[in-house]
């Protein structure tokens, strides 16, 4: 089945440096979300990417799906101490029939040392 | 309402037992989904609807596991004869329609003893 992997696991940075999650599914996507989890928290939807080589910023946040449709990056610069949480992202198979399911990545904890 | 409402928020129950987990999407929200999600891990997709109409539910484990939503609105999802190994956060989640951002709720933290 289609997998979602995500890299790093985990990333501890000192507020004010930049970080960089990086997503790749096993299989071609229609549509890439990512979601933030504050610490005892529920996932928060950031941002939904549809088209192959999409670019979107929020604020400090740039979202970029890839060409082929099969990955997909958040780079988060300067990073402050609210970045804190889990971010994940979760894609919908595009070959698949079930266009409301979503498969999340394991998700890149940071943490961000004042 | 403003938000997805889950209930209980928390569930202690004995092995064995039955339980039902209620969720309440947000008003007019076509989609309502199911996930399950262990510590650490991201969320794992259990099964969704579109309006009263179970889609997908090739993510429900076993045949202990099944989901409604009579109305189109409130959603229970019901494991019976529950066991340890479905100790987990279960999250339900909303969306105007198919392919749209989630709206999660706060989870129902289910303990089985």
């Known amino acids: 089945g289609q997998q979602v992997m995500q890299i790093p696991q985990y990333q501890h940075v000192q507020e004010g440096e930049d970080f960089t999650t990086y997503c790749n599914s096993s299989t071609t996507l229609s549509n890439i979300q990512w979601y933030k989890q504050r610490p005892g928290g529920h996932p928060v939807f950031l941002i939904q990417?549809?088209?192959?080589?999409e670019v979107k910023k929020q604020k400090r946040l740039t979202f970029q799906f890839g060409e082929a449709k099969k990955n997909s990056s958040l780079h988060i610069t300067a990073t402050q101490t609210t970045d804190v949480g889990t971010y994940f992202c979760a894609g919908n198979n595009a070959g698949g029939t079930s266009y409301g399911k979503l498969t999340f990545g394991q998700g890149t904890i940071l943490t961000v040392h004042p | 309402g403003a938000g997805v409402s889950q209930s209980p928020r928390y569930k202690v129950t004995k092995r064995g037992q039955d339980v039902a987990l209620r969720c309440d999407p947000i008003s007019g929200h076509v989609s309502l989904y199911w996930y399950r999600q262990a510590l650490g891990q991201g969320p794992e997709f259990l099964t969704y609807f579109n309006y009263e109409a179970q889609q997908d539910k090739s993510g429900l484990p076993n045949d202990r596991f099944s989901a409604e939503r009579p109305e189109g609105s409130i959603s229970t999802l019901t494991i019976q004869r529950t066991e340890q190994r479905d100790s987990a956060m279960y999250r339900c989640a909303s969306s105007p329609r198919t392919g749209h951002g989630y709206t999660f709720g706060s989870g129902t933290r289910l303990t089985v003893v």
């Open positions: 990417l549809v088209k192959s080589g």
